[in-house]
Each structure stands twice: as structure tokens, then as C-alpha cells.
């Protein structure tokens, strides 16, 4: 019955406030109201400070000069000291600067490749559940070939097919990792569907797609924007791997997995900071990204926000 | 006593070590002696050369004793040593010699004997009769091995009879390789009785192999070599013909097209005045000093210190002329940027070395730092994949290293038949009238010695030439020093000056190595 209540009160102003419904319904059945607004504010004040220090460390490295990166030889070699805190490498060039440059190169990188990896997933997510039955056969049977195989080779193999680069790595992390989101999205879905205003609706006469649009959609917003950001590390992970594996970006790019495939030939050699500096740095950017992703979820999914 | 005596020198007999483990970057696929030249490769361990060459690169009897090139420089005829036994105990003939030359001018090889008119046998003699002189022709012969007609077959490839100071043992595929000496070999024979090369091709994994002792010597680079000292090693520093430099396209972009369409020519490089500013701008010692931590010695041509080099074509860094060059061809720094223009065209162009090749890339860096500040031209350094390189490199200045005991090379290199053909040779597309005369006398010459004058003018002839004194189409950088890590005791001989390549080059005289007590 709440149900459908709310369904003829959304079905007046457009379909978006059926998200909206739905968490304040809930704020105010727990009683702890104070307690979770504060919390709520916390998060969110909590993602502000991180999406600022991410923000950061893109334009850091986005405004860069180049020039930054050239070699000066009086200086190759240098352990971290307060001058550089990451030490200098073979050519001179300062590791912080390269690894900031990295770091904002992955950002990129990453947007791009989990941007594309969760359209996929919510497409393929809502065409499956929405469409007919042989439909949704064929879209689980190909999530499934894809979670088969190994990421990491299935990510060469279409790398390779698409002409290696920056293109063929992108569209090798986007085709591989839309997968997990697309069968959560899918789940999502199919429980939607069966809702009692959903059936009401459909008594109305909406058609389908109608439907999709202003009864679905709307719902699938916080999982997309959540799922987005946690696909986020896996997409950057991805690239430094494969960019240290030569499947990736051209060697003159400031890439992580370039300086850390560079790095691997100083350390027998008793550099291992080369390495180890800009490999942590990566860690903790991935680190920030994925508490990003934690904190959105708990702002846009209050059951979440108040477990 | 007498007893104990013996015993104890028989023990340090036996211990006496004849043996020898070489870290070594690229074991070969396949021993087939007609598909690779000897001046690197295997041939000189597995098998006999009519003719080999001294260190000081002198051409001196092998397996014939002796040879003789009538007037013309077309007949040269081969007296074979009677004592010579392939590793299966059957002589070497003068009719194996005969069949190696067919096969080699019948089939796929490095070597090319298209000169060659006809070979046969005559009064036990090995006659070899040419199409037209060809003053290389003697370096070629030494850089083929003969192998037994009676044996060749499908799987000699990987089964091979020489007649050198070494027999192949063991092989295991791109893994290692072991040699021991040919008992049957008709030379003196060698101190050291067994050799193991393991395969070894990272920087990292040669000095870990060197730190735990698991090799006695192995290749490094001039950036592990200067951070790294291991105790009961020392560093090996051999002189090299191995030079590294900046090809500089003399044609303006879009005038041609390569052989298989790649688009050829750069519009600043194409300006001899640019070319010959950042020749002169770079200070070759401290390029030396910066990239290669001292391992290494200017170079100024394609064959520093061979016979055939040109000592004029040595230049002196003056960096007043070079600026002098930019400024009265019209290349100034309007917009104060510290970059020069020229109607509207930066004074700007990138710089491709293979990814990974960090003498390369530090060189090119080094040079580049140089030039922006002596006379604001700007070098863009950039690494690059070795497959894209050779489509890249008819269009944009690429680092190559090149160093040859042939004076061949100097030809495939400057000659303008080789423009524009998506090889590794003349990527700058230069071609110039007198020095394609040079080079063809030189070729075309009856001897060695007739040929060096050529070959000498061909660099410089007092006013033009390939030379950075003439129309550099090359920025010679350095001759970069190879460096192994040798354990203490072992004795790797007198090397002959090296050519490109660190490994062959350093095995090729493994017989005359040897353990100090």
C-alpha cells in the first residue's frame, strides 16, 4: 500500500522524486533523525575533503610544465631528501614530480575507463532485466564468458586488438569491467520490477520504456554513481599494471607503471625507493578513491548510512 | 712425499678451472652458419673461416693458409689446410668450402654475395671469381663458416658440425647453450674447455647473477657499473666502434614517401644550418660524463679509430658557430621563449630512442639539455617502440647506434641507393653526388688499401662529405665503452676494438681465454 502511494504521488511531478521518496520515507521511520543527519553531514564533509585532495593532485599534475620533467644530470641519482622527497632517478628528473604527473594522468585515465565500463553496465543491467526472457539469457550468458576469463588477459587481449595505446587500454578496462556493476544493476532491476506500483503503473497503460525511464532509471541512480567510483582503483589498477606489462601507455608518457617498470632495473641495484615511493603513492590514491566510493554510499543509500 | 706430491697436483689439476659460466643476452635460435655473418654471431666459436681477422682488424689465414687476388680483383684463389677435420672426424674439403658459397647465394642471408660470379674447385684450390671488384669482398669471407657438405641436412640447424675450437654440447632453447672444445680443432688448443652461456638480457638480473656468483662474467650497463662494485669481480671496460648518434633528415617534410608509403622528411631538420648547430653546440665529453658515467668517448663518425675512418672528420664543440649557423640562416628567438624561429616554425623537433634503452634515452637527454641552452634549438626526447620506429624514423630524428668492422656499413648508411627503404639504413634520406662516387670506388676497389682513401673522402673530402664537418645528416654523440662484470682471475684475452653488440663481440676470441693461477 506505501507503495503505491507513492507511486500516485511521483507519477504527477516526474519519476525522479521516486528516488528522493524513498530515503526521506525512511529518515523518518528510524526516529533517529539527529543522529544520522550528522552523520550524513560528516560524509558528506568527509567526500568533500577527498574529492578535493583527488581534485588536487589532477590539476597539481595536469599544470605542471613539462618542463619539470627534463633531465638535469648535476642532480641523477639522489636519495629522498627534504630538496626530493621521492629522490631523483637516472636521468636527474625528480620522482615526486613524475609521480604526481602519474597520479594525474591515472586520474584521467581512470574517469575515462570507468565512466565507460558503468554506461555499459547500466545498459546491458536494464536491458536485461527490462527486455524478455531469451534477453536476459544471452546478456547473463555473456557476463558470465566475461567473469571466465581473467581480467588481465582478457584487458591485453582487446588491448592488442585495438591497436595498443591509450585507446586500446581504455577500451580494454571499459569491456572488462562493466560485468560486476551490470549484474547488480540487473538484480536491482528484476526486485524494482516486481514492485506493486511498478504493476500499478503498468494497469495505467504505461509502456515500457516509460516506465524504465521514470520508474527505474531513477533507482539505479545511486547504485550507478556508487558503483562508478569503485570501479574507479580497478581502472587505474588496471592501467599501471598493464602499462608496466608494455601493453599500455607509450613509454613517454609520466605513467606509474612506467616509473615502476623503469624502477624494477634499480632495485638489485640498492634504489628501491625509485619503486617503492611512487608504488605507495598509487596505493593511497586508489585507497582515497575507494573511502570516496564507501562515504557516496552511505549520502545516496541512508539503509546504508545506518547500519 | 713423491706419492702426496702427485696426489695433491693431480687435485689442483682437477681444480684447476677450465671451465666458464657467461651471462650471455641472446642465445641463439638456430646455429645454421649460412643464414648469419661471423662478425657477431656464433660463427667464429662453432666453425672455420677461410680467412679471419686480428685484433687490429688485419685479415690473417684461418683455414686457408694462404690467397691470392689476380690484377683485375676479380679471381681470388684459396689454398685450404690439409689438417682440418670437422668435429665428426671427416676432412674439410675444398668442395665443402665450394658448397657454403652456393648455399649462401642460393638461400636467405645476412650475407650478401650477390658479387660473386661463380665458386669452384681447381687444382685443390678454392677459385671464387666476381662480377666486379669489391674491396669488402675479403671482410665477407671472413665472416662466413664453412660447414660439411656430407652433413648439412634439415636439423643442422640445431645439430651442427664445424670445424672451429668449439662443438655445441647442450642447447636449450632461449634458455642456454654449452660448448666444449673441439678435441679435433686443427688451432692451439683452448684454455678454457667448457663454456656455459646462460641466457641474461636484463641489467638487474645480470648484476643479481654477478652478487650471488652464479656467472663468471656477464654483460652491465654504464648505470649499474657506476653505483655497483662486487667484490671478487671487476669491471671490464672494452673500447667500442659502437656508436651512438641522432639521424637528422635532410629532406623537407613531404617531398617523398618510403618504399611501403611512410611519409619522409622534417621541415627543421632539413636545414643543413640546423643540423650542423646542435653538431657543433654539444660538448661530447660532458655528454660523456652525463649519460654513460664517463664509460665512453665522443664519437665522430661511424667508424672512430677503424682504418678506414677519416681522423678530419673530428670536430671541435663551438658553440659561437653554431649560433653564428642559426642566426645568418634566420633562425632567431623573436618571441624571447629561448626557442628560435623561422617564418613561423619552432626551432623544434622530437628525438625517438627505444623504450627501455636507458643509454639511449639518457644520451639524447643530455645532448638535448645542451642544445636548448647553447643555441635554443629544442630536442622533444621521447621513447619509442622498436616496431613503430622504422616508419617513424624517415620522418623525425631517432637515436641509433651503429659500429661495424666492414666498412660496408658507411655504404648502406650514406649510399643515396638507400634512401627510402624502410630499413635501418639512411632513415635521414640523405644522398649527395660526390659521395655516392666515393662509396661506389671505394666498394669498387681493387684492395682494402685502395679503398680507404675512398672510404676516407666519402666522410670528408675537404669540402663535403657525410661527416658533421660536411652535410651532417648524423649527430654523432658517443662510443659507448662495454662494460662486463669479470670474476677476478679469469683472463679474457686481447679483444678486438668492439663493433655494435656487446655480447658476440666478446666472446668471439673465447679460445684465447684463460684462469690465472
Known sequence: MDGMRLDRDCTDDDGKCAAKRGYTGEDGKGGAKLVSWNRRTGAAAWAGCIFALILAIYIAGALMPDGALRADFAKKSLPPSLEHIFGTDFLGRDMFVRTVKGLSLSLLVGTVASCGAAVIALVVGVTAAMGRRWVDHVVNWIIDLFMGVPHTVLIILVSIALSRGATGMLAGIALTHWVGLARIIRGEVLQIRSAEYIAVSRGFGKSAPWIAVHHILPHMVPQFFVGLILLFPHAIMHESGLTFLGFGLGPEQPAIGIILSESMRYISGGAAYLAILPGLSLVLLVLLIDRLGHTLRYLLEPKEAQL | ?517
Request: charged share 20%; with cysteine; proline share 5%.
Open chain 2, 1 to 517: 712425499m713423491a706419492g702426496d706430491a702427485d696426489k695433491g697436483s693431480t687435485t689442483s689439476t682437477g681444480s684447476t678451472k677450465d671451465e666458464v659460466t657467461i651471462g650471455f643476452p641472446g642465445i641463439p635460435s638456430g646455429f645454421d652458419p649460412f643464414t648469419v655473418s661471423g662478425h657477431g654471431s656464433f660463427v667464429p666459436l662453432l666453425y672455420s673461416t677461410l680467412v679471419a681477422l686480428d685484433k687490429d682488424v688485419n685479415v690473417v689465414p684461418d683455414l686457408a693458409t694462404g690467397y691470392s687476388v689476380s690484377d683485375d680483383a676479380l679471381t681470388y684463389t684459396f689454398t685450404l689446410r690439409t689438417d682440418a677435420v670437422f668435429s665428426d672426424g671427416e676432412p674439410v674439403k675444398v668442395s665443402d668450402a665450394v658448397f657454403t658459397f652456393e648455399k649462401i647465394m642460393s638461400g636467405a642471408s645476412e650475407i650478401d654475395l650477390a658479387v660473386v660470379d661463380s665458386v669452384f674447385e681447381s687444382d685443390g684450390q678454392l677459385v671464387i671469381k666476381l662480377k666486379r671488384p669489391r674491396s669488402t669482398f675479403i671482410l665477407d669471407v671472413a665472416g662466413i663458416g664453412i660447414a660439411p657438405e656430407h652433413a648439412y641436412g634439415e636439423d643442422f640447424s640445431l645439430h651442427p658440425i664445424g670445424s672451429g675450437p668449439y662443438v655445441l654440447e647442450q642447447y636449450d632453447v632461449g634458455q642456454q647453450m654449452i660448448l666444449m672444445a673441439n678435441n679435433l680443432y686443427y688451432g692451439a688448443a683452448p684454455a678454457i674447455k667448457r663454456a656455459v652461456f646462460v641466457n641474461m638480457t636484463d641489467e638487474d638480473q645480470q648484476l643479481i647473477a654477478v652478487k650471488s656468483g652464479q656467472v663468471d662474467i656477464t654483460l652491465t650497463s654504464a648505470t649499474i657499473a657506476a653505483a655497483n662494485t662486487v667484490p671478487g669481480y671487476r669491471l671490464v671496460v672494452e673500447e667500442t666502434v659502437d656508436n651512438m648518434g641522432i639521424t637528422m633528415p635532410v629532406i623537407p617534410a613531404g617531398s617523398m614517401a618510403s618504399d611501403s608509403g611512410n611519409p619522409m622528411g622534417n621541415d627543421v631538420t632539413c636545414d643543413i644550418a640546423v643540423r650542423k648547430a646542435v653538431a657543433y653546440a654539444i660538448d661530447r665529453e660532458r655528454l660523456c660524463r652525463e649519460a654513460l658515467n664517463g664509460y665512453g668517448t665522443p664519437a665522430y663518425s661511424e667508424n672512430d679509430g677503424m682504418p678506414w675512418w677519416n681522423p678530419e672528420s673530428v670536430i671541435e664543440t663551438d658553440v659561437a658557430f653554431a649560433r653564428e649557423l642559426l642566426d645568418s640562416s634566420g633562425w632567431v628567438d623573436a618571441d624571447g621563449d629561448g626557442i628560435r624561429e623561422k617564418n613561423g616554425q619552432k626551432a623544434s623537433f622530437p628525438v625517438y630512442y627505444f623504450a627501455g634503452d636507458s643509454a639511449r634515452q639518457a644520451l639524447a637527454m643530455s645532448a638535448a639539455n645542451q642544445v636548448l641552452e647553447n643555441i635554443g634549438v629544442e630536442m622533444v626526447v621521447q621513447g619509442a617502440g622498436e616496431g613503430d620506429m622504422v616508419a617513424m624514423m624517415v620522418a623525425w630524428p631517432v637515436v641509433l647506434a651503429w659500429g661495424s668492422s666492414n666498412p660496408i656499413t658507411s655504404y648502406y648508411l650514406f649510399h643515396s641507393a638507400s634512401i627510402g627503404r624502410d630499413d635501418w639504413y639512411d632513415p635521414e634520406s640523405f644522398g649527395d653526388a660526390a659521395v655516392d662516387a666515393y662509396l661506389d670506388a671505394a666498394l669498387g676497389a681493387n684492395s682494402m688499401e685502395e679503398a680507404i682513401p675512398y672510404w676516407q673522402k666519402a666522410q670528408w673530402d675537404g669540402t663535403t662529405g657525410t661527416s658533421m664537418r660536411g652535410e651532417c645528416p648524423y649527430i654523432f654523440l658517443a662510443n659507448k665503452d662495454h662494460l662486463y662484470y669479470a670474476r677476478e682471475g679469469l683472463d679474457i684475452g686481447d679483444q678486438m676494438i668492439h663493433a655494435h653488440g656487446a655480447g658476440w663481440t666478446l666472446v668471439a676470441n673465447l679460445k684465447e681465454w684463460r684462469w690465472e693461477n
